[in-house]
């Protein structure tokens, strides 16, 4: 049995569960769905996709790379958006990256990061056809 029919589940780590649910539910505009304690949980995407906001110890370090991502149709549209709701872009020293944050990649992605109030790295991404 595969596994290529069958819906993942994301998991994004954080210490601080009612500051990760303000971000996720209400600058993101994602589904809130439950709190089972050991995760709230949100649907994202056309397939309901689950995402679980995992509680972690408080000792935790975020990773320094991008840990999830969103494709969406109109990346700065998006970007301004979500910037409305209070999220903050990053801009890095070793790519260049246009005034929103965006940073178009050699084969024409485009790409842009953000942070949760855990430190972990989001993303915005648009891949050409």
Do not use: C
Request: hydrophobic share 45%; charged share 15%.
């Amino acid at each position: 049995m595969y596994l290529t029919t069958s819906e993942p589940i994301a998991f994004i780590p954080t210490t601080d569960a009612a500051a990760a649910r303000n971000f996720y539910e209400t600058a993101l505009g994602l589904n809130f769905v439950s709190d089972d304690n050991f995760a709230l949980v949100f649907r994202i995407g056309s397939s309901q996709t689950m995402l679980r906001v995992a509680r972690v110890q408080s000792n935790f370090t975020p990773m320094p790379f991008t840990i999830f991502g969103w494709e969406v149709d109109d990346i700065h549209a998006t970007i301004a958006d979500l910037k409305t709701r209070g999220v903050e872009f990053l801009q890095y020293d070793y790519f260049k990256q246009d005034e929103a944050g965006v940073w178009t990649a050699p084969g024409g992605a485009q790409v842009a990061w953000f942070q949760d109030p855990d430190g972990n790295t989001l993303s915005l991404s648009n891949h050409p056809a």
